[in-house]
């Protein structure tokens, strides 16, 4: 017979911190392996244990006992030191795709940047700049950003440090086209702050996922231990249901 240090050595599951993430999806595949194989577990715990069970109630234990152990490895990893890292780099790398991917539409079509609320700003900073009022500004010129050198989400506060607030404001650096009797002119506007449009906040947030989920490594190895965790969840849960 074995020793208990032989049977350690062989078995897969070890409930360490750093086995975290490999016991989930152990459990997991496991899980949907027995529905999947159709293993008839009352007769297999039977035979196993060399006595005569009732195997329907047998299997319905047995599946609740699996949902609870999967319950338990998802909590352990939900809670883990590297569970909680991974959370952190995924969400700086989303935050940094999110910039990427700003920069890269507004340089597709810099009509976007010409809501109201982006071309009321730049019309107050000219008339405060030379003295007009706002409408005297937008009556008399004709304004339309021509490139896009820089954006983001966010701004920078007056000790130089980014702030990222709640609400898709964009900082951008423009160069802006300025038409007036006199001729027309192109002015460069470092620091302009506006929201866009909550579609064109949809879309950067829809292409900044799709991308974080492709090309991240960190956003495989956090997402795939939940994807297979949910799909063993819902199956012992069907099979206890079913079972009882």
Known sequence: MPSLSQLRETWLIEDEDSKIRRNLIVVSVVIVLLWWLKVPLGEAAGKLLNVTLDKKVTESRLWRVGLIGLLY???RFKFS?????DFTKMKEEFLNYRDGVLLWVLRQNVAWTQGAKA?????????SRHGYTRKEVAANLKVHAIKVHNAMFGFVNASKE???????????????????AKGTNRWLEPDLNFYPPKRFLAAIWLISAAKLTIYSRTCTSFLVPWGLAAVAAFVAGYQVISTW
Request: aromatic share 8%; net charge negative; no cysteine.
């Open 81 to 85: 030191q590297e569970h909680i890292d």
């Open 119 to 127: 071309l009321g700003t730049f019309h107050e900073r000219i008339a």
């Open 162 to 180: 980014r702030v990222r607030p709640e609400g898709g404001q964009v900082r951008a650096e423009l160069e802006w086209a300025v038409t007036s």
């Open 73 to 75: 490895f998802a909590m």
